[in-house]
């Protein structure tokens, strides 16, 4: 295996009883990479994040972390990651140098370090708030920092970030991205889940996860470019034509048509039944050719079947 794998995970199956959490996947992250899981709840993104931080035991199939063996070298592997739950992992009613002693003396870490390295985390992060500030009376974006410093105490090579920003505000969803970027930058490989297709397309690649299997890996940009090769049109019709407008544009036979809000999305795959129905349906609708996003690529694969 190269030195640059990060992360490499052969046939991985978690099953608890009859139901496959996940599923028989394989997929390496290479070292400073942002690698983003994609999909819906329970998709089997978190159930995949723990078993490779050695927090559950897979079923079957075999994890490395930075060349080591997961199930043989776990005191290792803990070194090595650091993981921020998607629920919220610090106490809220100690303070936040309580919080960062804490997470530091599960490390074993000596008070002087813990000290030393919460000074640069804070630093890095960019939290000005005073230390004895309980954790209950910060804001959620705030919160969630605090917890990422709480998970990189130990200069873990390789962090593990399940829904980091679910819940703050955009602008602070802005900044920690901005954090993950940095930490990319440095050389930490991050291991991101997501909601946000926005995130998602901040990711130097991102698997997409449907019911404990992966059903797309790849760049954003190819992960578009292979799912929509044909023209994609946004379709907006009149309130008047709205009535039989979207049977009859499925039924026209132009391309796959998806619901987006008051809009439609269509795939063109056939060019003169798109002529024939704009023909016939002059007036009662208006058209923009679109750059497809993650979110048509997740829909289409993932989300649900086209009318």
């Known amino acids: 295996m190269s030195a640059d794998v990060a992360v490499n995970v052969e046939n991985l199956t978690i099953a608890f009883g009859a139901f496959k959490a996940v599923d028989d996947i394989s997929f390496c992250v290479e070292a400073g990479e942002i690698f983003g899981f994609l999909g819906a709840n329970g998709a089997g993104k ?6 490779i ?5 897979p079923t079957a199939g075999k994890i490395t972390v930075a060349g080591r063996n997961v199930a043989d070298d776990l005191m290792a592997i803990k070194t090595l990651v650091g993981y921020m739950s998607q629920r919220f992992t610090l106490y809220p009613d100690l303070t936040v140098r309580e919080n960062i002693a804490f997470a530091g003396a599960l490390r074993k870490m000596p008070a002087r370090r813990i000290l030393a390295r919460s000074k640069e985390l804070f630093r890095f992060t960019g939290f000005s708030y005073p230390q004895d500030t309980l954790v209950q009376n910060l804001s959620g974006g705030v919160k969630q920092e605090v917890a990422l410093c709480a998970s990189l105490l130990h200069d873990p090579a390789i962090i593990f970030l399940d829904e980091p920003t679910a819940g703050v505000s955009p602008a602070s969803r802005a900044r920690f991205w901005n954090l993950i970027k940095q930490l990319s930058a440095a050389g ?3 291991f991101v889940t997501t909601h946000y297709m926005d995130e998602a397309e901040q990711c130097g690649r991102v698997s997409l996860m449907q019911t404990g299997r992966i059903a797309a890996l790849d760049t954003p940009q190819n992960l578009k470019a292979a799912n929509f090769p044909h023209p994609l049109y946004e379709i907006s019709p009149s309130p008047a034509a709205e009535s039989d407008f979207a049977a009859a544009l499925a039924a026209s036979g132009a391309g796959p048509v998806r619901p987006w809000g008051l809009r439609y999305h269509l795939e063109e795959q056939n060019a003169d039944l798109w002529r ?15 750059a497809p996003t993650l979110e048509d690529v997740f829909l289409k ?4 079947g086209a009318a």
Request: hydrophobic content about 35%; glycine content about 12%; some cysteine.
């Open 53 to 57: 931080c050695g927090l559950l035991s």
């Open 188 to 190: 930490k490989t991050v």
């Open 301 to 304: 694969l993932v989300g649900g």
């Open 46 to 51: 978190t159930t995949c994040i723990r078993a």
């Open 276 to 290: 024939k129905f704009s023909a016939e349906r002059a007036g009662q609708f208006s058209q923009r050719r679109i």
